[in-house]
């Protein structure tokens, strides 16, 4: 059986991406840090296959990618869906915002993750005739 998740090939990479995070990446991790979402623990820079997550909550299957300049450049979004579609292939749900979204609406940004925590409400019990 292959290994899929944390390969021991991709520790130094991940290490030096730690080490060397965005400016957008570590103001959303101070917030995603110490089970900061409904108690949910999130890892930072965590690899499925040869792609590095900029975060991982294993409990919910949910990646968060914050998209640089980078990810505007020409042939960069046929990447992005390749590295997406290698990933949900396991099961996990990304979600990707930019770096303006977290400069100017991390609560928002957090909100929208909050959403993928909670369990989803059941409808409403409605009575016949009202």
């Known amino acids: 059986m292959t290994v899929a998740f944390n390969r021991k090939s991709e520790k130094q990479v991940r290490r030096h991406l730690r080490k060397n ?15 900061g ?3 949910f623990k999130f890892r930072r820079k965590y690899s499925v296959e040869n792609f ?3 975060f991982y909550c294993p409990g919910l ?4 990618e914050v998209d640089g300049d980078s990810h505007f450049a020409v042939g960069a979004q046929e990447r992005d ?19 303006t979204d977290v400069f100017e609406n991390l609560d928002g940004v957090m909100e ?3 959403e993928h925590a909670r369990p989803p409400l059941s409808p409403l019990l409605v009575k016949e005739g009202k």
């Open 112 to 114: 929208r993750i909050l």
């Open 81 to 99: 869906l390749t590295r997406q579609e290698a990933i949900e292939s396991y099961g996990i749900k990304v979600l990707r915002f930019t770096n």
């Open 61 to 64: 299957k949910l990646a968060i």
């Open 21 to 35: 995070m965005p400016q957008a990446e570590a103001a959303l991790w101070s917030r995603l840090r110490r089970k």
């Open 37 to 39: 979402v409904e108690g």
């Open 52 to 54: 590095v997550l900029d």
